[in-house]
């Protein structure tokens, strides 16, 4: 009959073959060079990238953020309960120092310009520790005004002033080179001990360079007074300075 040809055809059509069973789809090859189960350790390399970076941005926030608060960079007593040095110290770790150590006075050998945000922070915190900081503008590799250092050590070993801490940004130029002449200069320490010391805060060999150019002018004033006047038998950048000044108060912003 036609009506069952009718039925028969649109059985065919709907199931896609005579018999009412439409065939399974053929799963596609993989890749030449894939074999089963690479997706599976492709999820695993991704997955140790993952923690490796992870914990790679962790061990950077411990090193940059957790330690300068722990461990206050290259801090170290010089003439304990009077002189102490560092580096470029955070607000915690300055916090930390000055409580423990009674910290008077800071002398900052030249972290970072007048003005600039880290200067800044460094008055804020001297300013809310109740601490007088005093500023020199020695620069990176320990040159400079040597009169600079003679100010500075003339405060830090001002009984009136002390405990005091001495720093630049690493704790390593400037300041091993301000400790030498001190211990040069109160203990008779031999510019050569003085400078193995200073090896031990990483200082550069710049440093020892500077020392023997300046260390004759520097404890002469030291021992005599006055500032080492400028002239052709002075050291590099000898100008006399005015009588130092502790740092202006600043405002903390809004």
Known sequence: MSGGGSSSSLNET???EKGGVTPPVARKAPPPGVRAGAKGRVSVVSTALFVAVALGALAYGVDRVVLPDVF??????????????????????????????GIRTVIDLGVAPAGDI?????????????????????EGDATGN???????LRLALDPARQPVLV??????????????????HTQGVSME???????????????????????????????????????????????P????????????RP
């Open 14 to 16: 709907l199931l896609g």
């Open 72 to 101: 206050p960079k290259r801090f170290a007593p010089v003439l304990e309960g009077k002189v102490y040095r560092s580096g470029e110290l955070s607000p915690a770790a300055m916090e930390r120092v000055v409580r423990r150590h």
């Open 118 to 138: 880290r200067d800044r922070r460094l008055q804020l915190t001297a300013q809310a520790l109740g601490v007088t900081r005093f500023r020199f503008d020695l």
């Open 146 to 152: 040597p009169n600079a250092y003679v100010q500075a």
């Open 167 to 184: 720093h630049c940004a690493a704790g390593a130029q400037r300041t091993s080179c301000a400790i030498a002449l001190l211990r040069m």
């Open 193 to 239: 001990d003085a400078l193995r010391e200073a090896d031990g805060f990483d200082a550069k060999p710049k440093v020892g360079e500077v020392l023997a150019s300046i260390a004759p002018a520097v404890l002469r004033a030291l021992a005599e007074g006055g500032d080492i006047p400028a002239g052709p038998d002075a050291p590099p950048d000898a100008q």
């Open 241 to 252: 300075l005015g009588e130092p000044r502790p740092t202006e108060p600043l405002r903390a």
